[in-house]
Nanobody, 122 residues
Framework: QVQLVESGGVLVQAGGSLRLSCAAS????????MGWFRQPPGKEREFVAA????????NYANSVKGRFTISRDNAKNTLSLQMNSLKPEDTAVYYC???????????????WGQGTQVTVSS
């Protein structure tokens, strides 16, 4: 079955940088779009960034555009999120997601990882 395992979440100071990784297994990684979502404390889960199967197309939430970069390595079955200029409002549990059936977009009912905590102190 599909397994997504995030890593890299830590406590970091505002203005700092962090790189999250997601290791995927269970089916052919390069066939599916991938994405990152986050859930801030007391709020609902929200979209952060997504990438298509080849990495040629990405999109971002306005709140992270210009600061975060999503990328994938299909040879290593890994998804990454480089986060720069971090702000306290970036504090959240970050989730890796894999499209259930689509190569171009995440779509409904993706597969989820267990999440990794990112805390940005002011």
């Amino acid at each position: 079955q599909v397994q997504l395992v995030e890593s890299g979440g830590v406590l970091v100071q505002a203005g700092g940088s962090l790189r999250l990784s997601c290791a995927a297994s269970g089916r052919t990684f390069s066939n599916y779009a991938m994405g990152w979502f986050r859930q801030p404390p007391g709020k609902e889960r929200e979209f952060v960034a997504a990438i298509n199967w080849s990495g040629s197309n990405t999109n971002y939430a306005n709140s992270v555009k210009g600061r975060f970069t999503i990328s994938r390595d299909n040879a290593k079955n890994t998804l990454s999120l480089q986060m720069n200029s971090l702000k306290p409002e970036d504090t959240a549990v970050y989730y890796c997601a894999q499209s259930a059936r689509n190569a171009a977009r995440i779509g409904p009912n993706p597969y989820w990882g267990q999440g990794t905590q990112v805390t940005v102190s002011s």
